[in-house]
């Protein structure tokens, strides 16, 4: 269970790296492919939001019920809210450069920087702060009683066995990266 959430955070950083290019490109003024962005936040928004988040509330939940606060772990719940928040109101902003809406560029770069580090540095907080916590304080029973409660079972349509048809030029360019 935790390798699953270790993983998922190997994947969401992938695409936070194929996004750190595209703002280095944009800053450097070179010709940007905007729908990779917009897949790549696309799928942070849908399938991160609904899949490796709940996963995570579920582990905290259960953390602060079983063990209490550590000072970190109750605030992650409005961490995810604020990053659920940011990641939808991101989408907006590409769709409309996507429609040809008028953004400056430089406006853009910056909300991408923000995304990008608003979305490394919970990342971070979880890899180095609360998972190590976690997996410290759970015993074998504890990964059960929260595994019942998950969804572990989906199909990941980005780094899944088959990568859907709606994602596979971002998969490409992921591959062609790694
Ligand atoms: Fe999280
Ligand atoms: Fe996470």
């Known amino acids: ?84 928040v940011l990641t939808e109101d991101f989408e907006t902003t590409v769709d409309m450069i996507l429609m040809d809406a008028v953004v400056p560029l430089d406006v853009f770069a910056d909300q991408l920087q923000q995304f990008i580090r608003r979305q490394r540095d919970h990342l971070m907080f979880e890899e180095r702060d609360v998972l190590p916590v976690i997996a410290k304080a759970f015993n074998e029973q504890d990964w059960l009683n929260v595994r019942e409660r998950c969804i572990l079972e989906y199909d990941d349509p980005l780094f899944g066995r088959e990568v859907s048809a709606r994602f596979r030029r971002l998969s490409e360019k992921l591959f062609e990266q790694a």
């Open 1 to 84: 269970m935790l390798d699953l959430i270790h993983l998922e955070h190997k994947n969401i950083s992938r695409l936070l790296a194929l996004l750190e290019r595209k703002l280095a490109a944009i800053q450097a003024e070179d010709e940007v492919d905007f729908r990779l962005i917009r897949d790549s936040v696309e799928y942070l928004g849908s399938y991160s939001e609904k899949y490796h988040h709940p996963k995570e509330d579920v582990i905290y939940l259960y953390y602060l019920e079983h063990y209490g606060d550590n000072g970190n772990i109750a605030k992650l719940d409005k961490e995810h809210e604020e990053l659920s």
